[in-house]
């Protein structure tokens, strides 16, 4: 069992930033951030493999959010710049232990999920 906690959302205006992380037990093959706001369906927003390859980013996050991992101390990190209001939502790291699950945004690939922290942006 791998578990997975997330930190680092907060309030900010809009154009500010914010660094979540989410720092995991155990080994994964990867790691993704899903989003959900009020009323909607969680999302894809970034994934990438251990090796730091293959990475993939929603195209409304593109150009400003970077996923990044630490393996030393088995964390992954969602860097979001130039935040929008739009960009509210409780944030979810999620691991899959499958090589394919990093080809997905299907929340069945992921064995594992973080408690999430919110992200909020104001005008």
């Known amino acids: 069992q791998v578990q997975l906690v997330e930190s680092g959302g907060g309030s900010v205006q809009a154009g500010g930033s914010l660094r979540l992380s989410c720092a995991a037990s155990g080994y994964t093959t990867c790691v993704a951030w899903f989003r959900q706001a009020p009323g909607k369906e969680r999302e894809g927003v970034a994934r990438?493999?251990?090796?730091?390859?293959?990475?993939y980013y929603a195209d409304s996050v593109k150009g400003r959010f970077t996923i990044s991992r630490d393996n030393a101390k088995n964390t992954v990190y969602l860097q979001m710049n130039s935040l929008k209001p739009e960009d509210t939502a409780m944030y979810y790291c999620a691991a899959g232990l499958q090589y394919w699950a990093c080809t997905t945004n299907s929340k069945g690939a992921y064995n594992y999920w973080g408690q999430g922290t919110q992200v909020t942006v104001s005008s």
């Open positions: 990438i493999y251990t090796d730091g390859g293959s990475l």
